[in-house]
């Protein structure tokens, strides 16, 4: 072999080797709930597809059941880079946008459906950029559902409510819910409410059938009330300064790869509401009880001067597009 054919062959073969031995790229993916549940499924389909797309290039590390950070700590292990990928609620970026409060703000959407067509719309789509400045950047919305009201009586007037403490996410607007019926709400991180439930440290609290079902919730309460009074969803968001350094092909890929993945977890969010309530019923620990429209219409009016108290912070176009979804 001629000297220079010989420097190519070795210097193709150094490529090679160290292209091969080359650390992959370490995405770790965390979050508080359930393997089983909406976001556990699409967190588990987000690895298959980023790992199928670059394989040894691109290692997705999912950390479910708040077993890496509880929902307290981990924005800032996000900003900190000491995760890559999170999926809190809406109602926990209090810190970082107010707008994102009118997913909090009760009986404003009429179904998941509604929640849906906003999340897709204009307003909607440009609240994932809505703390970009803070360094978080928005991949998508993910489902969960529903929120259904539970505690160790039935509560069907606000007047039930009156003085039980109930567990409430980190959000100033369903500590006002609460505090609308003359409730005690106690902000507590998801990890810690199957054991606060048990212990009677609260009362009571809300959230949705697929949450309610693999956490356990209704054998610690005796009544579930059908109240589908609010939402509980997601925003899947990742560190800016991390996302925009990767190479853009990953970056398209990776982006990719979210996409379906949402789309797979809101598939089962749509599909498994009304399984995971059918297996609460089943189960026998709690009561499910309907509710009439002229029990739901006293918690409304109730919990009404909530919408007004945080509108100047969400603005009143952010409200009324999120009405104009109920609409179809
Ligand atoms: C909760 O804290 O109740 C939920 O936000 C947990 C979750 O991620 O669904």
């Known amino acids: 072999m001629s000297l220079p054919l010989r420097f190519l062959a070795i210097a193709a073969a150094f490529l090679i080797a160290h292209t091969a031995s080359a650390a992959p790229i370490v995405i770790k993916y965390s979050h508080v709930v359930a393997d089983q549940s909406p976001k556990g499924q699409a967190a588990l389909k987000f690895k298959e597809l980023a790992e199928k797309?670059?394989?040894?290039?691109?290692?997705?590390?999912?950390f479910p059941n708040s077993q890496l950070y509880g929902d307290g700590k981990e924005m800032e292990a996000l900003l900190l880079?000491?995760?890559?990928?999170?999926?809190?609620?809406?109602?926990?970026?209090?810190?970082?946008?107010?707008?994102?409060?009118?997913?909090?703000?009760?009986?404003?959407?009429?179904?998941?459906?509604?929640?849906?067509?906003?999340?897709?719309?204009?307003?909607?789509?440009?609240?994932?950029?809505?703390?970009?400045?803070?360094?978080?950047?928005?991949?998508?919305?993910?489902?969960?559902?529903m929120k259904q009201l539970s505690a160790n009586k039935p509560l069907r007037t606000p007047a039930d409510a009156k003085g039980?403490?109930?567990?409430?996410?980190?959000?100033?607007?369903?500590?006002?819910?609460?505090?609308?019926?003359?409730?005690?709400?106690?902000?507590?991180?998801?990890?810690?409410?199957?054991?606060?439930?048990?212990?009677?440290?609260?009362d009571g609290t809300e959230n949705p059938w697929s949450n309610i079902y693999t956490k356990k919730f209704h054998e610690v309460q005796k009544y579930i009330m059908e109240s589908d009074h609010g939402v509980l969803d997601y925003m899947v968001v990742t560190n800016a300064g991390w996302w925009n350094g990767l190479p853009p092909n990953i970056r398209k890929g990776l982006n990719e790869a979210m996409v379906e993945s949402i789309k797979y977890g809101n598939k089962i969010a749509f599909d498994e509401d009304a399984n995971f309530r059918q297996?609460?019923?089943?189960?026998?620990?709690?009561?499910?009880?309907?509710?009439?429209?002229?029990?739901?219409?006293?918690?409304?009016?109730?919990?009404?001067?909530?919408?007004?108290?945080?509108?100047?912070?969400?603005?009143?176009?952010?409200?009324?597009?999120?009405?104009?979804?109920?609409?179809?």
């Open 164 to 202: 039980l403490k109930f567990r409430i996410q980190s959000s100033d607007v369903l500590e006002a819910q609460f505090k609308a019926v003359g409730a005690n709400p106690q902000k507590l991180a998801f990890a810690e409410v199957y054991q606060a439930l048990q212990s009677g440290v609260v």
């Open 279 to 328: 297996k609460v019923i089943d189960d026998k620990k709690a009561e499910v009880l309907p509710m009439t429209r002229a029990e739901l219409n006293q918690w409304r009016k109730a919990m009404a001067p909530v919408w007004r108290q945080f509108e100047p912070e969400i603005g009143r176009d952010v409200i009324n597009a999120a009405l104009k979804a109920n609409e179809r």
């Open 53 to 62: 797309k670059f394989p040894g290039v691109v290692e997705v590390q999912v």
């Open 81 to 145: 880079g000491d995760v890559q990928i999170i999926a809190p609620s809406l109602a926990k970026f209090g810190k970082y946008t107010k707008k994102l409060q009118v997913f909090d703000l009760p009986f404003l959407f009429d179904n998941i459906q509604a929640v849906d067509r906003f999340q897709d719309g204009p307003v909607g789509q440009a609240l994932l950029n809505s703390m970009t400045d803070k360094g978080i950047k928005g991949l998508g919305y993910l489902h969960n559902g």
